[in-house]
């Protein structure tokens, strides 16, 4: 297998997880929600034992834990939850490099009548605090920026962010699907109100997610998605699927444990991987904070090379591009686009995300057949400049 470096994409489950969801799979097969016999209450006895262990990893009570699909549901759950609770007209404020998960729940509450600004970031795709404060309007409910941009990386001031919301009573959500597990974050010092996270991002299982909602006074007002059952105290109604829950539940606790020791491994690894890449070739331009920024992530713009061809030629490790390859006519990186890179230079864009099972070996790797490519392509516009 060629060496897997797109952890920001998805993680390979940890195998410590896939031991622990099994049983769920097998013999544990209960309902979680029939709590009438023993199949049932095993289940619910697992599921209760996971949202205690995701509630650790981010330092607030179980009860503030609600299971979704993953992060894309939890952020329509908070910006449409909490926006359709809110009176008609009100005011939400997020960033020009949130994931589409973000940017487009805002784009339909738009359409539905909600008032939505959409501020700029700087060149390391990071927004403006000052910026922040200036958009509040009386009529401001919630304010969403990423807690970790999936691209460049950038961490967002969350603390900063939050500060000025709770001084002005505008509830804040957070994406965290690339922070989770990846970076501290304790709700019980941090003023943050609403935080998504999903379990495929810190090698737990795809389909499970949660949103974390703070509890107390004054009350977060959400409307549910859907209606049914009314499971997960009424805001996220259908059957727990209690694999899944058990592998996010075991995924957190492994982060709990690993993650600090994990982020210095994995920034020596980029560190590594980053002089190996710059000291072959000249024209790398690092996209994102240079400090602030997730351990894992290395995101670069190539100069002269063609970025279609760049992707194509890298077949021998797995890696991202600066565009959205889902569709047939990629489309350049939002992200990039508004941190101020031209088309050329962001389709031109490598990310690279280091894990959990990443070798130096594999790293050393990458650099030297990257800077390879790169040196052919080039070589390849300038017969006769190769070098
Ligand atoms: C920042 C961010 N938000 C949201 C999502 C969507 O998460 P999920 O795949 O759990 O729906 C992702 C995953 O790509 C992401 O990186």
Same mark, same amino acid.
């Given at each position: 297998?060629?060496?897997?470096?797109?952890?920001?994409?998805?993680?390979?489950?940890?195998?410590?997880?896939?031991?622990?969801?099994?049983?769920?799979?097998?013999?544990?097969?209960?309902?979680?929600?029939s709590?009438?016999?023993?199949?049932?209450?095993?289940?619910?006895?697992?599921?209760?034992?996971?949202r205690?262990?995701?509630?650790?990893?981010?330092?607030?009570?179980?009860?503030?834990?609600?299971?979704?699909s993953?992060?894309?549901?939890?952020?329509?759950?908070?910006i449409?939850?909490?926006?359709?609770?809110?009176?008609?007209?009100s005011?939400?404020?997020?960033?020009?490099?949130?994931?589409?998960?973000?940017?487009?729940?805002?784009?339909?509450?738009?359409?539905?009548?909600?008032?939505?600004?959409?501020?700029?970031?700087?060149?390391?795709?990071?927004?403006?605090?000052?910026?922040?404060?200036?958009?509040?309007?009386?009529?401001?409910?919630?304010?969403?920026?990423?807690?970790?941009?999936?691209?460049?990386?950038?961490?967002?001031?969350?603390?900063?962010?939050?500060?000025?919301?709770?001084?002005?009573?505008?509830?804040?959500?957070?994406?965290?699907?690339?922070?989770?597990?990846?970076?501290?974050?304790?709700?019980?010092?941090?003023?943050?109100?609403?935080?998504?996270?999903?379990?495929?991002?810190?090698?737990?299982?795809?389909?499970?997610?949660?949103?974390?909602?703070?509890?107390?006074?004054?009350?977060?007002?959400?409307?549910?998605?859907f209606?049914?059952?009314?499971?997960?105290?009424?805001?996220?109604?259908? #059957?727990?699927?209690?694999?899944?829950? *058990?592998?996010? !539940?075991c @995924? +957190?606790?492994? =982060?709990?444990? $690993?993650?600090?020791a994990?982020?210095?491994?994995?920034r020596?690894?980029?560190?590594?991987?980053?002089?190996?890449?710059?000291?072959?070739?000249?024209?790398?331009?690092?996209?994102?904070?240079?400090?602030?920024?997730?351990?894992g992530?290395?995101?670069?713009?190539?100069?002269?090379?063609?970025?279609?061809?760049?992707? #194509?030629?890298?077949?021998?490790?797995? *890696?991202?591009? !600066?565009? @959205? +390859?889902?569709? =047939?006519d990629? $489309?350049?990186?939002?992200?990039?686009r508004?941190?101020?890179?031209?088309?050329?230079?962001?389709?031109?864009s490598?990310?690279?995300?280091?894990?959990?099972?990443?070798?130096?070996?594999?790293?050393?790797?990458?650099?030297?057949?990257?800077?390879?490519?790169?040196?052919?392509?080039?070589?390849?516009?300038?017969?006769?400049?190769?070098?």
């Amino acid at each position: 297998m060629i060496p897997y470096l797109d952890h920001h994409a998805t993680t390979p489950l940890d195998p410590q997880v896939l031991e622990a969801m099994m049983p769920y799979f097998t013999t544990a097969f209960g309902n979680a929600a029939s709590i009438n016999h023993a199949y049932g209450r095993a289940a619910a006895e697992a599921v209760e034992t996971a949202r205690g262990q995701v509630a650790a990893l981010v330092g607030v009570e179980p009860r503030c834990v609600v299971f979704t699909s993953g992060a894309t549901e939890a952020n329509n759950l908070a910006i449409k939850g909490v926006m359709r609770a809110a009176p008609a007209g009100s005011h939400i404020i997020t960033t020009a490099a949130e994931h589409r998960a973000v940017l487009d729940p805002a784009k339909r509450l738009k359409r539905a009548g909600c008032e939505v600004t959409v501020l700029p970031v700087d060149v390391h795709g990071v927004v403006d605090v000052g910026r922040i404060a200036e958009a509040l309007t009386p009529r401001t409910v919630l304010v969403s920026v990423m807690a970790a941009n999936n691209e460049v990386g950038s961490l967002s001031p969350l603390n900063e962010i939050g500060r000025v919301c709770r001084n002005r009573g505008v509830l804040f959500h957070t994406d965290a699907a690339q922070a989770l597990g990846r970076v501290p974050l304790d709700l019980s010092s941090m003023p943050i109100d609403l935080l998504s996270g999903s379990a495929h991002k810190l090698y737990g299982p795809k389909g499970i997610g949660c949103l974390i909602v703070r509890r107390g006074e004054p009350r977060i007002r959400i409307e549910p998605l859907f209606d049914g059952g009314g499971h997960e105290q009424h805001l996220r109604s259908g #059957t727990l699927p209690v694999p899944l829950i *058990v592998g996010f !539940g075991c @995924a +957190c606790d492994i =982060a709990t444990r $690993e993650r600090d020791a994990e982020t210095v491994r994995l920034r020596e690894l980029r560190d590594r991987l980053w002089t190996g890449l710059t000291s072959r070739v000249g024209g790398l331009l690092l996209n994102g904070h240079p400090t602030e920024r997730l351990a894992g992530n290395l995101n670069f713009s190539v100069e002269g090379v063609d970025g279609e061809a760049l992707m #194509t030629s890298l077949t021998e490790i797995a *890696v991202s591009s !600066g565009s @959205a +390859c889902t569709t =047939a006519d990629p $489309e350049p990186s939002h992200v990039l686009r508004a941190m101020g890179r031209s088309d050329r230079l962001t389709r031109a864009s490598l990310r690279l995300g280091i894990g959990r099972f990443n070798t130096q070996e594999e790293v050393d790797f990458a650099g030297s057949y990257v800077a390879a490519q790169i040196e052919r392509l080039r070589g390849m516009n300038h017969p006769g400049h190769s070098k």
